[in-house]
Structure formats: C-alpha cells, structure tokens
C-alpha cells in the first residue's frame, strides 16, 4: 500500500468546511470509545484478516518468504482475507505499490442500468475497505520480532514511515518498536561533508538527531499526513511517506490504528539545490487525538525538539487542553498549526490561550486564504529548519527506552531471550580494537594456515608443479605437509569467543537467532567504524603520490577489515575437519561431532551457508557435505531410501552490479554481507516450497546461491585472478539449474571476459551430461522500447556466444560443440531481461523503483515456470 501515513479524519481543506465535519464525523473512530468495544474492533478485523491464530502462533519470516501459488499469479486482493499477504508479498519485494483495496468480486452494473445520481452522491464504499494502517498494525502485532525487523527495514527502503510506537487494543498499552528498526541502516551527506565529498553510514536507532513531532487535538480539517508528506519532498520527488486522507482506503475508518506513533527520516545527500534540510531530522507522527492517547504525547514530548499540534478549535479555558500544551515538564518547544479557513476556527480564544501559554508569534502557525498550501507549506519547512538547526535536544532511539519505563510504555527488546542473547553476543563483540588481531588470536584457524592448505588441495589434485619427482612420491610429500597443517590447527586451544559463539548458537529456541542477529549487527558496526577509519586514512595519504607504500599497506587493511559472522562459521568448520584428523576415539573429536547439526538446524530455519571461503577461495568440503548430510536427516529422519529433491537458481556477475539485491528483491532475503564490502565467496541460503507448490515444482527446497563479483579489482593485481573466476563460475554453475548471468549496462565493456568464463563453465557441464538453464539480465535499462531496441544487441550476444564457445570448445578438446545452446539452453527473445535501476530518484530519500521491483517480479515468474519444466 503506498504506506506511510495521515489521519483518516483529516479533510482536504478545499472541501466545504461543513461537509468535512460531516464526513468527519462518519469516519472517525471514536476515541473515546469504552475498553471492550476496543478489543472487539481488534478481534473482529483479524477475523476479517485471518489473523486470529497469527495474534498467538505469530507469523515468522520463513514461513512468508516460502514460495506458494501466491508467488506466480498476479490475482488482486478479492476478500479482506488476501490483504495481509498481498501487502506482506509486495513489500518484501520492495514494491511501493501494495495498496490495500479490495477488488469487488462482482460488476457493478448499477451505474449502467438506470439513472440514480442521489445514490452515486450518498452512497459511500469506506465500509467495505480496510485502511492501509489498520494492516499495518495487525500485521506486527501478529508477526514475530524477526519479521517485524524485515517489514520495518523493507518498509524504509520504500520511504514509508515505520512504527515507533505500536498500540495494542488487546492490552490497552504501546510498545516501542526498538528491535523493529535495529536493522536499518542509512546512508547520507550533511551539508557539513559536501565539500569534502564524505558521507556518514550508521544504524538508524544507533544515530543521534533531532526529532520533530507532529500531532492534532480535536478535530483537524486540514490534512496533517498530507501536509506532511509535502513537507518531506521537493517538487520533482513527491512521495506519499504517511498514509493520509487522500490516498486510496485512507479515508476508511481506523479501527486498531488510532494511537499509533509513526517515524521516518529526512536524510540530506549535500546537494544545497535538492536537500530541504541540510541536517538530518527525525520525523513522528501520531494517529489521533493527543486527549484520548496522553501516553504517546508524553513520550513525544520527552524526546522530540519540537512537537506541532494542529488543530481547528482550541477551548482556551479548558483546563485538560493547557494542560495538554504547557511547556512545563516537557523537552520538546511546542508549536500551534491552525487552520482559519475553518468555520470551527475562533482567533480570540487562540490569543487566549497563547497568553496563558506565553507563546510567541514564532510558535503559532496559520493555514489561511490568503495562503496556498505551497506557502503554508514552505513556511512550516521554515520552522522546522529553525528548529533543526538550533535545537541542542537530539536522541538516539536506543536512549528513548529510558523515557518509554518512566511512561509505562513497552519495548520489544525486553523480552528474557533478546537481552540473554544480546548479553552473550557483547561477551563476544565488545573487546574487538583490532579486527585483523583479533583474527588472528580468537580466530586462529582460518588465515595464512587454511589458505596453505588450499593450495595444497588443489596441487594434490592439478599437480602442476610436480616437474621430474615421482607423482606418487610428491603426493605423498603434499599429504605430509596437510598432516602437518591440521595438527597445527589442532594444537590450538578453543578460544574463548568461539567457546561463547558455539554456546550462543546451541541456545534454546528463539534464543539463538535473537543470538545471531546480535551478532550480525555489532560485527557490522565495528566492521564499519575501522572500515571509516581506514577510508579517511586512505583519503589523506592518497593526497600525496609519494606514499605508495603506506596507501598499500591501507588498502591490505581495508581488505582485511571485514568481520562477520561468516567467519566465526568458517573457524567452526575449520575446527571440524581439523578435528577428523584425530583418532575416532578421542574425546576432543567425539565433542565437536555435533556442530554440522547445529549448522544444519540453522540453515533450515533460513540462515545463509557459506559454501565457497571467501578469503582463501576453497570449499571446507568435508564440513558442508557432513552440514548437508545432517539437514537431509532433519528434513526427512524416517525416509532416509528417500531422496528430498532441491533446485538451484545461482547469480553472476561483475562486482557491484547488484547480484546480491537482485536476489534480495526477488525472495524477499537478506544474504549476509559484511559491511561496506561486496559479496566475496559464495552463500547458499534454503526457501521452503509451500505444500501447494511441492507437487508443480516437484521439489521440497529451493536453493539461492549469492555470489562474489567476477572481475574484482582487488583479486585482478593477482596472477590467478582469471583462473579464481573460472573456478567460482564452474562451481556455482554446475551447482545450479538456473543461472541468471547479471549485466549492468555501465559495465558491459567487461561482458565478453564474463561470458568467456561463464560459456567455459557450461561446456564443462555438458561433459558430465548437465544442462542448465540460462537467463540474461541487463540491469540500469529504463526505457519501454528497451527489448524491441535491442533486438540488434541481442543477436550479436548470441554471435559472441557461439564464438566464444566454439574458442572454449577448442581449448577443452570438444570442437563438436559449434553453438552457445549446444551446451545450454538459451533464447535470445526468452532468455534476457531489461531491468530499470533500482532507486527512483537521488538517494537517500529516493524510494525504490517500482519498475524494479515489478521487472524483478516478472524474472522470478519466469525462473519459477522455467524449474516447473525440469
């Protein structure tokens, strides 16, 4: 749904200020409604939405990334019932367009047959529709912490407005959504950096600014999302961030919603002609009447710099409302927006009360009709940038937990499991100085020893440099040095992170996976504050040509920065295997047989596997065959004679030309990579077919395999770089049933030395009697003509192709193979997608493209129909 908000009693203010009140009064929901006809409107529309069980056994991030019926047919909402997964589909594919209308299942064929325009005035559809935050509501009350995290981060890369607070009527509380937004991470440039070029990367929750707050007493006719939404954009990149009045359903009755608090962020890019704020604000905006939700007003008033309250009627000798507007007690300065074109509009009991309250003319702004909404607009723009640039109150989201106890306000991370893991996580993470040291201390195994041991696997079996010496004697040599690597790796103690990690991941339940993404998000943030260190070091040094010796030695710095959780998986398996070196008795080997298991158990339930180490460019294969072995058993431990049936689809491509989001946006998954860096190796990451879904596809799990960049500058400087491409793509290629060969268009001059690489890996195929399936996709391609245009382009692709296999067939001895789709199935007109860029706009307040979103949708169609036919 084009999320993000207004309140559904606001009015456009060019309607007659009667019928607004009217309309008003038919669709507001009254907030001062009793407890229980509170309850019944949440247990009715989850009825309503199929989410009564859900509000219990809440929904999880595996089952709605599962791939059913759904995920292939284009079938509109028709029962209220479809809303929640239609909405759930769309915004895990970052598509902006999920609105939440429900399509009528039969004609309307009133309008045709007879003339009846009292009818046409009076009747009103807001009944029969549901309003986009009531599904917004229902839905995180009825998800689990970890899908909640997914649709808030999902959610801002759309530009819509999260949840900060969340009501629930079942209780009669709010909860501050703190894990919600843990996983947001942006990037920005104030106007303090735009001449240097910089840019500032850091966790949302984890940032300090400004927040500014908007609300409204009583009645409002103006339209305060609305506004807002306006406030929040420049003329050419209007984007509906807020739900308001005037979007489609927003003028449905809330019935769960009203209470709801709402954030986003105006992020500058440090473009003076293009930015609204030079400084980065926080934005909330709470769902009805601060008189019926004091709570949340409070909070708001404790936390922002500035709270605007709109309103239309004030009662200056309402005791409740100077009370409501006092500066007393409060952080925040608190401005009055009022509209005078209202009939309910009354200036002397607003100088009143702007005496009682001592305000000055600088906190009270009016919509007048001498005004259009562009100048209302612009100088309520105007007071904001004031603020922003004065106020000294800025807060993390992260400090506001204090403020939320005091208030007797929830918050999500206070459940036993998330504080237990995060306690252990930070045993773990909190002494990290030097990551390269700490490699090397707590992660012993890995590094120099496993990157030796690679290259005597691989001489063991290419025994290039064997010269004259006897083959069986210079195996036997390598085996020697093997031996002697893995005692190596044996004589080390377990160290204390990895003892804490294997703990961490052993725990109970929801535990290990509240464990792991702790993990995931404070290794990323140390990731990133040495990875900023280093760039301003190299930034300086490169200022000066005579340091190449000290830009070298930062950019190996900048190579090694990278910690993740892969690598504490990488020192696991190197743990294991080392450990099978070690007689089947001894008790330091029995002790770690369980850890392909717990591997297992953690890929099952979605998290990534590396499959190819990313740094020393091997596969741990005893590790990841004894990890498969095990989740074969988890999956079927009954019909072990039964063979559980995968399909593979695998993407490559050049370095940073969006394999990773590619494969994000179209599954609706997180592949794990580590902080400002590319994707290095290769991670496999499993999705459940739903039942109905198992029988088309004839399979019970469907594989993604991510891949590094081919082409990596940082691997070009070494002389095996081609042959590391060339093994990557055979790996992942004869892995897969579908490979999607990713082409941004701004690197198409690198496209031949891919596709050289890439018709290698296929040919190889074909020897063991494989023949996968092959899709092009050219990214960064707009245009509507775009595949009629390049029908030329095409045709010369295929050229290309049949040369270069005919080149590669030569050098493999195969000269029967004469074209491309002898060793792969391939169709120019089927075969390549055109994919627009993915932003629609300038970052960072540019949404996501909705063509890249829909483009993507239309590849997976296709991926999904071309595994139906295997």
Same mark, same amino acid.
């Given at each position: 749904?084009?999320?993000?908000?207004?309140?559904?009693?606001?009015?456009?203010?060019?309607?007659?200020?009667?019928?607004?009140?009217?309309?008003?009064?038919?669709?507001?929901?009254?907030?001062?409604?009793?407890?229980?006809?509170?309850?019944?409107?949440?247990?009715?529309?989850?009825?309503?939405?199929?989410?009564?069980?859900?509000?219990?056994?809440?929904?999880?991030?595996?089952?709605? *990334?599962?791939?059913?019926?759904?995920?292939?047919?284009?079938?509109?909402?028709?029962?209220?019932?479809?809303?929640?997964?239609?909405?759930?589909?769309?915004?895990?594919?970052?598509?902006?367009?999920?609105?939440?209308?429900?399509?009528?299942?039969?004609?309307?064929?009133?309008?045709?047959?007879?003339?009846?325009?009292?009818?046409?005035?009076?009747?009103?559809?807001?009944?029969?529709?549901?309003?986009?935050?009531?599904?917004?509501?229902?839905?995180?009350?009825?998800?689990?912490?970890?899908?909640?995290?997914?649709?808030?981060?999902?959610?801002?890369?759309?530009?819509?407005?999260?949840?900060?607070?969340?009501?629930?009527?079942?209780?009669?509380?709010?909860?501050?959504?703190?894990?919600?937004?843990?996983?947001?991470?942006?990037?920005?440039?104030?106007?303090?950096?735009?001449?240097?070029?910089?840019?500032?990367?850091?966790?949302?929750?984890?940032?300090?600014?400004?927040?500014?707050?908007?609300?409204?007493?009583?009645?409002?006719?103006?339209?305060?999302?609305?506004? *807002?939404?306006?406030?929040?954009?420049?003329?050419?990149?209007?984007?509906?961030?807020?739900?308001?009045?005037?979007?489609?359903?927003?003028?449905?009755?809330?019935?769960?919603?009203?209470?709801?608090?709402?954030?986003?962020?105006?992020?500058?890019?440090?473009?003076?002609?293009?930015?609204?704020?030079?400084?980065?604000?926080?934005?909330?905006?709470?769902?009805?009447?601060?008189?019926?939700?004091?709570?949340?007003? #409070?909070?708001?008033?404790?936390?922002?710099?500035?709270?605007?309250?709109?309103?239309?009627?004030?009662?200056?000798?309402?005791?409740?409302?100077?009370?409501?507007?006092?500066?007393?007690?409060?952080?925040?300065?608190?401005?009055?927006?009022?509209? !005078?074109?209202?009939?309910?509009?009354?200036?002397?009991?607003?100088?009143?009360?702007?005496?009682?309250?001592?305000? #000055?003319?600088?906190?009270?702004?009016?919509?007048?009709?001498?005004?259009?909404?562009?100048?209302?607009?612009?100088? @309520?723009?105007?007071?904001?940038?004031?603020?922003?640039?004065?106020?000294?109150?800025?807060?993390?989201?992260?400090?506001?937990?204090?403020?939320?106890?005091?208030?007797?306000?929830?918050?999500?991370?206070?459940?036993?499991?998330?504080?237990?893991?995060?306690?252990?996580?930070?045993?773990?993470?909190?002494?990290?100085?030097?990551?390269?040291?700490?490699?090397?201390?707590?992660?012993?195994?890995?590094?120099?020893?496993?990157?030796?041991?690679?290259?005597?696997?691989?001489?063991?079996?290419?025994?290039?440099?064997?010269?004259?010496?006897?083959?069986?004697?210079?195996?036997?040599?390598?085996?020697?040095?093997?031996?002697?690597?893995?005692?190596?790796?044996?004589?080390?103690?377990?160290?204390?992170?990895?003892?804490?990690?294997?703990?961490?991941?052993?725990?109970?339940?929801?535990?290990?996976?509240?464990?792991?993404?702790?993990?995931?998000?404070?290794?990323?943030?140390?990731?990133?504050?040495?990875?900023?260190?280093?760039?301003?070091?190299?930034?300086?040094?490169?200022?000066?040509?005579?340091?190449?010796?000290?830009?070298?030695?930062?950019?190996?710095?900048?190579?090694?920065?990278?910690?993740?959780?892969?690598?504490?998986?990488?020192?696991?398996?190197?743990?294991?295997?080392?450990?099978?070196? *070690?007689?089947?008795?001894?008790?330091?080997?029995?002790? @770690?047989?369980?850890?392909?298991?717990?591997?297992?158990?953690? @890929?099952?339930?979605?998290?990534?596997?590396?499959?190819?180490?990313?740094?020393?460019?091997?596969?741990?294969?005893?590790?990841?065959?004894?990890?498969?072995?095990?989740?074969?058993?988890?999956?079927?431990?009954?019909?072990?004679?039964?063979?559980?049936?995968?399909?593979?689809?695998?993407?490559?491509?050049?370095?940073?030309?969006?394999?990773?989001?590619?494969?994000?946006?179209?599954?609706?998954?997180?592949?794990?990579?580590?902080?400002?860096? !590319?994707?290095?190796?290769?991670?496999?990451?499993?999705?459940?077919?739903?039942?109905?879904?198992?029988?088309?596809?004839?399979?019970?799990?469907?594989?993604?395999?991510?891949?590094?960049?081919?082409?990596?500058?940082?691997?070009?400087?070494?002389?095996?770089?081609?042959?590391?491409?060339?093994?990557?793509?055979?790996? =992942?290629?004869? @892995?897969?049933?579908?490979?999607?060969?990713?082409?941004?268009?701004?690197?198409?001059?690198?496209?031949?030395?891919?596709?050289?690489?890439? =018709?290698?890996?296929? *040919?190889?195929?074909?020897?063991?009697?494989?023949?996968?399936?092959?899709?092009?996709?050219?990214?960064?391609?707009?245009?509507?003509?775009?595949?009629?245009?390049?029908?030329?382009?095409?045709?010369?692709?295929?050229?290309?192709?049949?040369?270069?296999?005919?080149?590669?067939?030569?050098?493999?001895?195969?000269?029967?193979?004469?074209?491309?789709?002898?060793?792969?199935?391939?169709?120019?007109?089927?075969?390549?997608?055109?994919?627009?860029?993915?932003?629609?706009?300038?970052?960072?307040?540019?949404?996501?493209?909705?063509?890249?979103?829909?483009?993507?949708?239309?590849?997976?169609?296709?991926?999904?129909?071309?595994?139906?036919?295997?």
């Amino acid at each position: 749904m084009q999320t993000g908000g207004k309140e559904s009693t606001d009015m456009s203010s060019s309607e007659p200020d009667n019928l607004k009140t009217e309309v008003q009064k038919s669709t507001q929901a009254p907030e001062d409604m009793k407890d229980e006809n509170k309850m019944q409107h949440l247990v009715s529309l989850l009825e309503e939405l199929d989410l009564t069980q859900c509000n219990t056994d809440k929904l999880s991030l595996s089952r709605i *990334l599962e791939i059913d019926l759904k995920t292939i047919t284009d079938e509109p909402a028709r029962r209220k019932s479809d809303l929640p997964w239609y909405f759930l589909k769309k915004v895990m594919m970052l598509n902006v367009k999920c609105t939440s209308e429900c399509e009528s299942n039969s004609d309307d064929e009133t309008g045709s047959a007879y003339l009846d325009l009292d009818n046409m005035i009076n009747h009103s559809n807001t009944e029969d529709m549901v309003n986009p935050l009531d599904i917004i509501t229902a839905l995180f009350l009825c998800s689990d912490g970890f899908l909640q995290q997914e649709m808030a981060l999902k959610m801002s890369m759309c530009q819509f407005s999260v949840p900060l607070l969340l009501p629930n009527c079942d209780t009669e509380q709010c909860t501050l959504m703190l894990w919600a937004m843990r996983d947001i991470v942006k990037k920005y440039r104030p106007q303090s950096l735009s001449q240097s070029k910089g840019f500032i990367e850091e966790r949302i929750v984890l940032s300090e600014l400004p927040m500014v707050s908007f609300v409204r007493l009583g009645e409002c006719s103006l339209s305060k999302s609305e506004i *807002l939404n306006k406030l929040l954009s420049n003329d050419q990149q209007y984007h509906n961030t807020f739900v308001h009045h005037n979007m489609e359903c927003g003028d449905s009755p809330r019935r769960i919603s009203n209470g709801l608090t709402e954030i986003t962020w105006y992020l500058p890019g440090g473009n003076t002609n293009i930015d609204i704020f030079g400084q980065p604000v926080a934005v909330a905006n709470l769902r009805g009447d601060i008189a019926s939700f004091e709570t949340q007003y #409070s909070f708001l008033c404790q936390t922002s710099a500035a709270v605007f309250v709109f309103f239309d009627h004030l009662d200056s000798e309402s005791e409740s409302v100077i009370s409501l507007l006092k500066s007393q007690n409060k952080k925040a300065q608190i401005f009055l927006v009022g509209n !005078c074109e209202s009939k309910r509009f009354n200036l002397d009991t607003v100088k009143n009360l702007a005496t009682k309250l001592c305000f #000055s003319n600088n906190n009270i702004i009016f919509k007048t009709k001498q005004k259009n909404e562009a100048h209302f607009v612009k100088d @309520l723009r105007k007071t904001v940038r004031n603020v922003i640039e004065k106020s000294e109150l800025k807060m993390k989201i992260e400090k506001m937990v204090d403020v939320a106890h005091e208030l007797g306000i929830l918050v999500d991370e206070d459940s036993p499991e998330c504080q237990t893991a995060k306690k252990n996580a930070k045993t773990i993470t909190a002494g990290i100085q030097d990551i390269h040291k700490y490699k090397e201390d707590e992660l012993p195994r890995q590094g120099q020893i496993w990157k030796t041991l690679t290259s005597l696997q691989k001489e063991e079996f290419r025994l290039q440099n064997v010269g004259s010496k006897n083959v069986e004697n210079y195996r036997s040599d390598l085996q020697k040095q093997k031996e002697e690597l893995r005692q190596k790796q044996n004589s080390y103690e377990m160290s204390t992170a990895m003892t804490n990690f294997i703990t961490g991941i052993s725990s109970p339940g929801t535990e290990r996976f509240y464990f792991l993404k702790w993990m995931r998000m404070n290794l990323d943030n140390v990731s990133h504050v040495k990875l900023s260190e280093l760039r301003e070091k190299y930034k300086e040094k490169c200022k000066n040509s005579e340091n190449k010796e000290e830009i070298k030695e930062i950019d190996r710095q900048i190579s090694n920065s990278s910690l993740g959780i892969e690598h504490f998986f990488r020192e696991m398996g190197q743990i294991y295997e080392a450990s099978l070196s *070690l007689p089947e008795t001894d008790p330091s080997r029995q002790q @770690l047989q369980h850890l392909p298991k717990l591997c297992a158990e953690l @890929l099952l339930d979605g998290f990534p596997l590396e499959l190819v180490d990313g740094d020393a460019s091997n596969i741990p294969l005893r590790w990841v065959s004894d990890v498969l072995s095990q989740l074969s058993d988890l999956v079927s431990p009954k019909k072990k004679g039964k063979k559980r049936k995968i399909l593979v689809v695998t993407v490559l491509g050049v370095q940073s030309t969006g394999k990773s989001t590619l494969l994000n946006t179209m599954f609706g998954v997180q592949f794990a990579v580590s902080s400002g860096r !590319c994707t290095r190796g290769a991670f496999m990451l499993l999705i459940k077919i739903n039942e109905d879904m198992k029988n088309v596809l004839n399979c019970e799990f469907l594989v993604i395999i991510d891949t590094e960049g081919l082409k990596s500058p940082e691997l070009a400087q070494l002389d095996n770089s081609y042959e590391h491409d060339n093994e990557l793509a055979t790996l =992942v290629v004869g @892995l897969s049933d579908v490979t999607i060969v990713n082409i941004a268009m701004e690197n198409s001059t690198e496209m031949k030395d891919i596709l050289q690489i890439v =018709v290698h890996a296929f *040919l190889r195929m074909k020897e063991v009697g494989k023949k996968p399936k092959c899709q092009f996709v050219h990214q960064n391609v707009s245009d509507v003509s775009a595949h009629e245009n390049n029908l030329r382009d095409r045709k010369l692709l295929l050229d290309q192709l049949n040369e270069m296999t005919q080149a590669a067939a030569k050098m493999e001895k195969k000269e029967e193979n004469k074209n491309f789709t002898d060793v792969m199935e391939y169709s120019p007109d089927t075969g390549n997608w055109y994919i627009p860029g993915l932003w629609n706009g300038n970052p960072p307040m540019a949404p996501v493209n909705a063509g890249y979103s829909e483009a993507v949708y239309e590849l997976k169609k296709n991926i999904i129909q071309l595994l139906e036919k295997l």
